[in-house]
């Protein structure tokens, strides 16, 4: 009888996820506070003064969006509690995290693309133009549910002050949303919230978290 052997992606992906103790962690105290609590979601309001980015984007020619999902994800692969997360009943522990944006597809609706945070951005830079490109066309998400996701929603086209994002119970995963950047003689800003998981993290890891995001931004 043949032996059936899971391939090297399998083994990989395997690797990326664990359940773990919650009393092994630093988490245990927030695991048992805030796991059955009816409302775990907590929201975080910033400006930030993205100027740079805006000179990227016309001078490189890179995209606006990619470039703060890229700084997001620079920032919180420096804060090990992003690599958490309640998921169900459990505490899952995760190798690698990545970055969601929402696009909008060739059929007129909006698709959700998982891009794979990495340290470089030119290589960010080609995931996320190669990955929004293929939900476009083909209508259809890309998931990667190996990773701790941080999800993003950009109404770019729209000039609101702040957004809080409704708690399903299923989506527990960091969440960040923006709109359009507002102009000033000397600066250009962008006001974003940040919807945490009280379970994920506290609040003084939050706040680090938008420390980091602007100095990421910034240099």
């Not at 105290?29 to 975080?44: G, N, S």
């Not at 997001?72 to 990545?98: M, N």
Request: glycine share 4%.
């Amino acid at each position: 009888m043949p032996t059936c052997f899971p391939s090297s992606l399998q083994i990989l992906n395997l690797q990326k996820m664990k359940e773990v103790n919650p009393k092994e962690t630093t988490r245990a105290y927030a695991f048992e506070m805030w796991m059955k609590a009816p409302l775990p979601m907590v929201t975080f309001f910033k400006t930030l003064d993205v100027s740079h980015l805006v000179r990227l984007n016309h001078k490189k020619k890179l995209k606006f969006n990619m470039l703060m999902c890229w700084c997001i994800g620079r920032a919180a692969s420096q804060i090990k509690e992003f690599y958490l997360l309640p998921v169900g009943k459990k505490l899952i522990q995760y190798d690698t995290i990545a970055v969601n944006t929402i696009v909008a597809n060739k059929a007129g609706e909006v698709s959700s693309c998982d891009i794979p945070f990495s340290k470089d951005l030119a290589t960010f830079n080609k995931d996320y133009l190669r990955l929004t490109r293929w939900v476009s066309e083909n209508c259809r998400n890309h998931d990667l549910p190996q990773s701790m996701v941080i999800g993003t929603s950009a109404l770019a086209q729209y000039d609101i002050d702040g957004a809080v994002g409704m708690f399903s119970g299923i989506f527990n995963n960091p969440f960040i949303i923006w709109s359009k950047y507002r102009k000033s003689l000397f600066k250009t800003t962008l006001t974003i919230s940040f919807q945490f998981h009280h379970t994920q993290m506290d609040g003084m890891h939050a706040a680090k978290f938008l420390d980091l995001l602007q100095k990421e931004i910034k240099f």
